[in-house]
Nanobody, 124 residues
Framework: QVQLVESGGGLVQAGGSLRLSCAAAGHTFGDYFVGWFRQAPGKEREFVAAITGNGRDTNYADSVKGRVGLSRDNVKNTVYLQMFSLTHDDSASYYC?????????????????WGQGTQVTVSS
């Protein structure tokens, strides 16, 4: 069992920045893929970004590519999602997820473990 806890959400002005964190416990964190997903009211949960266990490769959704940076520190057992140039369309609950193995990092149903989520609200 891997426990995940997100933090860093809050209210931010349009054009501003936020850094979300996903802290993990339970197993060797470097063995796990980590993905970020978000869900806005009335919409399905959608893929945002993902990173490999060793942090060497990242994958970003078209909606955020160029405006986000994903990194991880396996000593601190934490993954960071840095976001900038935020707009109202980025407002959502953000979740981190982890899995030992994946066929595709964008496939939401393949992730084994999920955090509780953190709310991001961008004012217009």
């Amino acid at each position: 069992q891997v426990q995940l806890v997100e933090s860093g959400g809050g209210l931010v002005q349009a054009g501003g920045s936020l850094r979300l964190s996903c802290a993990a416990a339970g197993h060797t964190f470097g063995d796990y893929f980590v993905g970020w997903f978000r869900q806005a009211p009335g919409k399905e949960r959608e893929f945002v970004a993902a990173i490999t266990g060793n942090g060497r490769d990242t994958n970003y959704a078209d909606s955020v590519k160029g405006r986000v940076g994903l990194s991880r520190d396996n000593v601190k057992n934490t993954v960071y999602l840095q976001m900038f140039s935020l707009t109202h369309d980025d407002s959502a609950s953000y979740y981190c997820a982890a899995s030992r193995t994946l066929s595709n990092v964008r496939f939401i149903n393949e992730y084994e473990y999920w955090g509780q989520g953190t709310q991001v609200t961008v004012s217009s």
